[in-house]
């Protein structure tokens, strides 16, 4: 099955509505997320589950601030 990726406007839409979980959010972000996410998840050997999507989801944040104080955005 292919995998569908969405709009960060429309992501935040499903989330929001109850629709869609953070882990699909990150599973319909990009693939390059859902390798991330994985690969985060396993080295912290904590599952795929909501509290580490959040997490994974702050540390996301957390990379783009970084990036814009940079001036690398």
């Known amino acids: 099955m ?3 990726y969405f709009s960060e406007e ?7 509505s109850g629709e869609f979980t953070l882990v699909d959010y990150i599973n319909h972000h990009s ?4 390798e991330q996410f994985i690969a985060y998840c ?4 904590i599952g795929l ?3 580490s999507a959040k997490a994974f989801l702050d540390s996301k944040e957390e ?3 970084e990036a ?3 001036g690398n955005l």
């Open 2 to 4: 292919t995998e569908k």
């Open 42 to 45: 396993r080295k912290r050997s």
């Open 68 to 70: 814009m104080a940079e």
């Open 31 to 34: 693939p390059e997320w859902k």
């Open 63 to 65: 990379e783009m601030e």
């Open 49 to 51: 589950d909501e509290e």
């Open 10 to 16: 429309i992501l935040v839409a499903k989330v929001q």
